[in-house]
C-alpha cells in the first residue's frame, strides 16, 4: 500500500484518498471543521490546512508576505509557504506533509479560529454543544488568545425555529455547509441553504419549507459548533454529566449502531447518537431512530401483575410458574419475540423445547412500515433475523397461526415475550391463560394473566441481528427500573420455579450455554472508532 | 400573486437556458432575465419560479439572490441611479455629487423618492475611470459630469411620462 508521511508517522492511503481521509481512516485527526467523512469536500473553513514539502530538489512555494516585529511595531517582508487544506489534498506516494509540527500551520490555524470566533457570542454557558463543541476543543489546542477585535459583534438571528425538531442560531454558526450538504447528499432533500454572503451568512430553510425530512436530528448532529440544536435535547443536560455504551438501534432490522448517552446519576436516558459503522449506518441515523431512545421510559411496566394486582416479583414468577404447571405441553404455545435480544429469546426458547417440552413455537413482532431507501427498514423489528437463525430448521410461526390455533381450542396456554403484534389479537381472550415477560405496555398486555416486568435493550445487554444477518451487540446503558428483570433472568427463574435446573445467573452463564447451539449467535463485542461523548464527527 | 412570462418573453427565456451547459449554470442569468420582466426586482414568486424552471432547489436560488447586490430583494423606484465613489471618481468630485443627488432627493443612498421614481444607489468602480466622474442610470453610463449635468439628468428622470 502506498504511503505518505504526515509530521513523522507513516500514514498508508488507498489512490484516491484525501490526506485528511488517509489520516483518519488510521485515526490520526486533522483539525477540521467543514470535513466529514460522510460527506462532499467544501474546503471552506481553512482549519485543516497542512504544510507540504516540495519535492527533493525543488524550491518551495513560498509567498511573500509582510510580518510585524513585536520589538519595533514595523512591518518588515517575510516569507511563508503556501498551506494547502488537508480536505482536499490528494495523498501522493512520498508526500511530505506538516501538520502539527509545522509553525506556519500552527499560526494559521489560530488565525482561523479567532476569524470564526470574531463575532461568536461565546455564549458557551447556554449552549448544548458545551462540552463536545470544536470551537472550544480547538480554541484550548490552537488558538489560547484573547479576542483583539474591539468592534460590536454582527448581530444575527437567534433561536430560529428550523422545524419541529430544529432550532437554529445564526450567531454561533461558522458556515461550515455541513447541514446544507449532509440535507442534499444524505437525506436527498436540499432543504437548507447559505444566503448573503461575508459575515452576513446564515444558513437557511427553502421558502415555504421546513426543515422536515427524516434525518433533521442527523442535520443537527453533523453541525461541529453550536449553531443547530433538537429541540429533544435542548437545555436538557450538560453532556460532561453523561456517559454513553455502545448501543444498536431497536427501531428497525437495519441495526444501526449508536450511542445511548444516559446519566448516571438518575439513571436517565438523554439522546441516541450514530456511532461509525461503515457495513451498516456509515455515518447516519434517522430521526425515528435518535428519538427511539425515549421509548425505554413511556409505557413500561417495571413490577410484576397478576390480573390486575401488582404483586412482588417472586410472587410474580410463582403464579406464572402454577400457570404454566396446570397444562400438558401439546396445549401450550411459547411466542418468541422479533423485540428481543438473541440471549432473550435463547433463554425462551431453551425452556420451551427442552423444559416445558412444548414444540408449538411462534414469532410477535411489530407491524411493518415504511422503509425509506436511506436506512429505514420496512421490518420493524431489530431481530426478527435472530430470532429465525435460534430456531434454526423449524422457524417460528407467525402469530396469526396462532391467533387461529386458539380459535380452534388447540392451544389453551401461551408463554410470550413481549407485548407487541402484528396483528388484531383479540382471539387471546379465549387463552386460559397467557404468561407475559414485557417491557412496555402493547397490545398483549391487555390479555395476560400473570406479567412479569422484562428490562428494556437499554437496560439489559444483548445481541440483535439485523437484516443483513450481521450479530451486533447493544450494551447495558443504565439500570432495571424497580423490579424490572432482563428477560433471560426472568425467564431463568420462572423455570427454577418450575422446578427445571436453569442455573442463569448471569449474562455470561446464558452464552455460555448458547456457544453449543449453533444456531445462537453472540455478537462480538462492539467497536468504536468515535469518542463516546465529545466532538464526534 | 404569481410570476409568469408572455409569450415572447418565454421564448427568450428558453434561449438563454440553452446557452448554458447545464441548469444551475443558467441561474444568474435566467434571474436578471426575470428581474427585469418584474419591474426591475426578483421577489419570492421569482425565486420559486426560477427554481421550479431550472429545477433548482428554492434555498439555493434565494441563496444565489441574496449574494449578488444587483438584485433587488425590494421593488426600487421607475429608474436606478448609481453614483461611482471608487478612486478616480472620488478624486474627481464623486462626494460632491452623491451629496448633491441626496439632497435633491431628499434620500439617503439607498433610498427611493416618494413618488418612487428614483432609487439612488452607491457603485464601487463601474470601470470607467477614464471619464470620471460617472454615474450609471439604469442601463446607461453618464461620464465627465457636473452638478449641472446631474441636474438635468434628475430632472429629466423625475419628470418624464
Known sequence: ?537 | MAFSLNEAQEREFEDILARYPNQMAACIPALHFCQDANENWVSPEVIQFVAERLSLPTAHVLGVVTFYTLFNQEKPGKHQVWVCRTLSCALRGSEEILAHCEKRLGVHAGGTTQNGRITLRTAECLASCGSAPMMQVDKDYYENLTIEQVDQILDRLMQEA
Open chain 1, 1 to 537: 500500500m502506498p504511503s505518505f508521511k504526515l509530521d513523522e508517522l507513516e500514514i498508508p492511503f488507498e489512490p484516491g484518498d484525501t490526506v485528511i481521509q488517509a489520516a483518519h481512516r488510521v485515526g490520526v485527526d486533522i483539525p477540521h471543521y467543514c470535513w466529514h467523512p460522510g460527506l462532499s469536500v467544501a474546503a471552506n473553513c481553512r482549519m485543516c490546512l497542512v504544510e507540504v514539502a516540495p519535492p527533493p530538489g525543488r524550491p518551495a512555494m513560498m509567498l511573500d508576505v509582510l510580518r510585524q516585529d513585536p520589538t519595533t511595531g514595523e512591518y518588515v517582508p517575510a516569507k511563508k509557504p503556501k498551506l494547502q487544506p488537508a480536505c482536499q489534498l490528494k495523498a501522493a506516494e512520498g508526500m511530505d506533509v506538516r501538520s502539527q509540527s509545522s509553525p506556519h500551520v500552527a499560526e494559521a490555524r489560530g488565525a482561523v479560529q479567532e476569524m470564526l470566533l470574531l463575532n461568536h457570542p461565546v455564549d458557551c454557558p447556554i449552549c448544548d454543544q458545551a462540552g463536545e463543541c470544536r470551537l472550544q476543543d480547538y480554541w484550548l489546542e490552537h488558538q489560547g488568545t484573547r479576542k483583539r477585535m474591539r468592534d460590536e459583534v454582527i448581530h444575527k438571528p437567534k433561536a430560529q425555529v428550523f422545524g419541529p425538531t430544529i432550532v437554529y442560531d445564526a450567531e454561533r454558526c461558522i458556515i461550515c455547509t455541513r447541514c446544507v450538504r449532509f440535507c442534499e447528499e444524505v437525506a436527498k432533500d436540499p432543504v437548507l441553504d447559505v444566503r448573503e454572503r461575508g459575515n452576513l451568512n446564515e444558513i437557511v430553510v427553502s421558502p415555504g419549507r421546513q426543515l422536515d425530512h427524516g434525518y433533521t436530528l442527523m442535520t443537527e448532529f453533523v453541525c461541529p459548533v453550536g449553531a443547530l440544536t433538537a429541540v429533544d435535547f435542548r437545555f436538557k443536560a450538560r453532556v460532561w454529566f453523561l456517559r454513553s455504551v455502545r448501543s444498536v438501534c431497536q427501531g428497525c432490522a437495519t441495526g444501526c449502531n449508536a450511542f445511548l448517552d444516559y446519566d448516571p446519576r438518575n439513571q436517565t436516558l438523554y439522546r441516541h447518537r450514530p456511532r461509525e459503522n461503515l457495513q451498516v449506518n456509515q455515518y447516519w441515523m434517522c430521526d425515528h431512530g435518535m428519538l427511539d431512545y425515549r421509548r425505554a421510559h413511556e409505557d413500561r411496566f417495571v413490577s410484576a401483575y397478576v390480573g390486575e394486582e401488582e404483586v412482588t416479583l417472586e410472587a410474580g414468577v410463582n403464579a406464572a410458574a402454577s400457570a404454566l404447571r396446570e397444562v400438558e405441553p401439546e396445549r401450550l404455545a411459547v411466542v418468541l419475540s422479533a423485540q428481543h435480544s438473541n440471549e432473550d429469546n435463547f433463554a425462551l426458547l431453551t425452556l420451551a423445547r427442552d423444559y416445558l417440552g412444548t414444540g408449538q413455537l411462534f414469532i410477535t413482532n411489530k407491524p411493518h412500515g415504511e422503509a425509506d431507501g436511506i436506512l429505514r427498514h420496512a421490518d420493524k423489528n431489530p431481530n426478527t433475523l435472530g430470532v429465525e437463525q435460534l430456531c434454526g430448521t423449524t422457524p417460528p410461526r407467525p402469530l396469526q397461526d396462532l391467533l387461529a390455533a386458539i380459535e380452534a381450542g388447540q392451544i389453551t396456554h401461551v408463554l410470550a415475550l413481549s407485548s407487541v403484534a402484528p396483528c388484531e389479537v383479540e382471539a387471546l381472550q379465549r387463552l386460559k391463560r397467557l404468561v407475559l415477560i414485557t417491557p412496555f405496555d402493547g397490545p398483549l398486555a391487555g390479555y395476560a394473566d400473570v406479567l412479569l416486568p422484562a428490562a428494556t435493550w437499554a437496560e439489559s445487554t444483548g445481541t440483535f441481528v439485523n437484516f443483513k444477518g450481521m450479530a451486533q451487540e447493544s450494551e447495558r446503558a443504565i439500570r432495571p427500573e424497580a423490579d424490572a428483570r432482563p428477560a433471560w433472568k426472568l425467564i431463568g427463574a420462572l423455570g427454577r420455579a418450575l422446578g427445571y435446573a436453569i442455573d442463569w445467573q448471569r449474562l455470561s452463564d446464558v452464552r455460555l450455554a448458547m456457544a453449543t447451539d449453533p444456531g445462537a449467535v453472540v455478537a462480538p463485542p462492539p467497536s468504536a472508532r468515535m469518542a463516546p461523548v465529545g466532538a464526534a464527527e
